[in-house]
């Protein structure tokens, strides 16, 4: 019997993986999708919480989540294809100019 | 269903979001003017963007004293609403005053760029009226995406690439921990509204010990701490300030940063008002934090825009003091201090568009030795600013201070209000410097690439004038922010 408990629990693991991606990796599209999977792991607390709550605002809410993630894919990639004709590179490491 | 539908056509009330559909109408059709008009020139699109700023100003007014309630309780266009929108509008006008000139300079007068800044004015728009957590984040991600185009605008120049992506990276980080804490709280209270928050909380008194539910709040309150750049959720701040186009830096010290204020404020005040004695100790230990790095850090700055962001950043801690007080001299000084903070900073920061060379390079304590003999007007202006963000009167950023810190007195936190006046103090030695650099250094060079324009000397007339205006008359606007305080 799979209860709100898993779910809660998965979407913990999901959420900490994405947190853990964002901080340790180097290279900024794999830094994106792990931002992208903390953003699937709320989706999935939404969803489960809302079957357990019982009414329909987590359901709507998560619609919104997936538009807003798209609307920042878009602006985040314009993004990074402008540092990389810059640099030739998106490696975090070379975000470089702006410090101290 | 036919009953659902009919219930939701009752609920809404164009009424309540007039003002962010006028102006984000507008701005989409700005976008076409831009479209159809010669690449290169954009001086129209940004007196047509003043304009849409104005009739929606007027719009928003219309919201004073005649909250506007819609969509079901998720928007309330109240006088608070209408102050933080006021404020955001205020912003945005004068960064457009002083983007037209900038622009020209840099080589890149695109039109696009005053859209996007009115976009960002409805997106905060949202959330000074939002009283659902999915309003306020729809707000919140409005005004976000567009400031991350903003302020990777300059996209031939590195340092501007790398402060739109560091934001977008970071905003985008944080917006997952905000979503993450509004999905618990959703599953503890079983609403995403506000009100129905502070309805669980009063029916629940021990919710303070339910873990999912602390755990829901404190990840709300760091996507929020992360949009006011409070300590420790501030590292972003001085890199993008410093990388973003001049104007947009000082627009999301301003605008932003007060929608983010209102956010929080509504949040906290009116959804978690039963459990004030638990947050505000942690307000308390935020705000000192926030003054102290903030200031201590600026100390060693040579760049003027990077000392600026962490002088941002220990702002945000004085305007942390009047949640800690929650009172209401110390709510309505919150109000008062982000319109102060708003011409302060705005005018500032227009001095430095207006002396910068192209590509910026020389806004450091060396590049403005001397300023005060060459351009001697620019330099008595850039004074008064830097007094004012100091905290020394008659100017208006010592009002904001003693109402904020008095509030704190009133609440009984006599050792915040200490430790405010003495990170005031520390703060002196840097804005000092400034002027020391301006008045008594021998002139590198003569500033002769300084021309005058009318849109930027409108923009810096209008911050003075507030400067002033509310450093010598507070009490008008001191009784408006009572009036929008909760």
Same mark, same amino acid.
């Given at each position: 019997m799979i209860t709100v408990n898993h779910y809660l629990l998965l979407s913990a693991i999901l959420f900490a993986i994405g947190t853990f991606g964002v901080l340790t990796r180097k290279n900024a599209i794999v830094i994106f999708m792990c931002i992208e999977v903390m953003l699937n792991s709320v989706n999935l607390t939404f969803i489960a919480l809302s079957r357990h709550v019982g009414n329909m605002d987590?359901?709507?809410?998560?619609?919104?989540?997936?538009?807003?993630?798209?609307?920042?894919?878009?602006?985040? &990639?314009? &993004?990074?294809?402008?540092?990389?004709?810059?640099?030739?590179?998106?490696?975090?490491?070379?975000?470089?100019?702006?410090?101290? | 269903m036919e009953n659902l539908v009919q219930e939701a056509i009752q609920n809404v009330n164009m009424q309540a979001i007039m003002p962010s559909l006028v102006l984000s109408g507008l701005a989409m059709v700005l976008l076409m003017v831009s479209v159809f008009s010669k690449r290169g020139s954009s001086t129209h699109v940004a007196w047509l963007s003043v304009l849409a700023l104005i009739v929606t100003g007027f719009v928003a007014l219309t919201g004073w004293n005649n909250p506007q309630s819609g969509f079901a309780g998720s928007v309330l266009f109240d006088n608070f609403a209408t102050f933080f929108s006021m404020i955001c509008i205020v912003a945005a006008g004068l960064t457009i005053l002083m983007s037209d000139d900038y622009l020209r300079r840099e080589n890149f007068p695109v039109s696009e760029y005053y859209p996007l800044i009115l976009f960002?004015?409805?997106?905060?728009?949202?959330?000074?009226?939002?009283?659902?957590?999915?309003?306020?984040? &729809?707000?919140?991600?409005?005004?976000?995406?567009?400031?991350?185009?903003?302020?990777?605008?300059?996209?031939?120049?590195?340092?501007?690439?790398?402060?739109?992506?560091?934001?977008?990276?970071?905003?985008?980080?944080?917006?997952?921990?905000?979503?993450?804490?509004?999905?618990l709280l959703y599953g503890v209270t079983g609403t995403t509204k506000v009100e129905g928050i502070a309805a669980y909380v009063r029916a629940n008194p021990d919710a303070a010990l339910n873990t999912m539910f602390i755990a829901g709040g404190l990840l709300l309150l760091v996507g929020f701490l992360f949009k006011v750049a409070a300590a420790p959720f501030h590292m972003w701040t001085p890199d993008v300030y410093q990388g973003a186009p001049t104007p947009i830096t000082a627009f999301m010290s301003a605008g932003p940063k007060a929608a983010a204020?209102?956010?929080?404020?509504?949040?906290?005040?009116?959804?978690?008002?039963?459990?004030?004695?638990?947050?505000?100790?942690?307000?308390?230990?935020?705000?000192?934090?926030?003054?102290?790095?903030?200031?201590?850090?600026?100390?060693?700055?040579?760049?003027?825009?990077?000392?600026?962001?962490?002088?941002?950043?220990?702002?945000?801690?004085?305007?942390?003091?009047? &949640?800690?007080?929650?009172?209401?001299?110390?709510?309505?000084?919150?109000?008062?201090?982000?319109?102060v903070y708003t011409f302060m900073n705005m005018g500032a920061f227009a001095v430095l568009v207006l002396i910068g060379k192209q590509g910026e390079n020389n806004l450091n304590l060396d590049g403005i030795a001397g300023l005060g003999y060459k351009k001697p007007v620019l330099g008595v202006v850039l004074t008064i600013f830097l007094l004012s963000l100091m905290g020394i009167p008659p100017t208006a950023g010592f009002i904001g201070k003693f109402y904020m810190f008095s509030g704190a007195v009133e609440a009984g936190y006599i050792w915040l209000a200490v430790i405010g006046v003495l990170n005031s103090a520390v703060s002196l030695y840097y804005y000092l410097r400034v002027v020391v650099q301006m008045y008594f250094k021998d002139p590198a060079e003569d500033f002769s690439w300084v021309s005058i324009n009318v849109p930027t000397a409108i923009s810096i007339a209008i911050s003075l004038g507030g400067v002033l205006y509310m450093g010598m008359f507070p009490n008008t606007l001191m009784q408006l922010a009572k009036l929008a305080g909760f």
């Open positions: 987590g359901q709507i809410f998560v619609f919104f989540v997936m538009t807003v993630a798209a609307a920042e894919a878009a602006v985040g &990639l314009a &993004l990074m294809i402008a540092f990389y004709r810059n640099k030739d590179s998106i490696d975090v490491d070379d975000f470089n100019m702006l410090k101290w | 960002t004015t409805a997106g905060a728009m949202w959330m000074a009226s939002g009283t659902d957590l999915m309003t306020i984040f &729809l707000g919140l991600e409005v005004l976000s995406v567009s400031l991350y185009v903003l302020a990777g605008f300059f996209r031939h120049q590195t340092r501007s690439n790398e402060a739109g992506l560091k934001y977008f990276f970071l905003g985008a980080f944080s917006t997952g921990f905000l979503l993450y804490g509004v999905a204020f209102a956010a929080l404020m509504r949040v906290m005040i009116v959804g978690l008002d039963g459990l004030q004695s638990e947050l505000t100790t942690l307000f308390w230990i935020l705000a000192v934090l926030t003054m102290t790095i903030g200031n201590f850090v600026a100390l060693s700055q040579k760049d003027l825009k990077r000392m600026l962001a962490y002088s941002s950043i220990s702002h945000a801690g004085y305007a942390l003091v009047g &949640l800690v007080a929650w009172n209401e001299i110390g709510l309505s000084a919150i109000l008062f201090y982000m319109l």
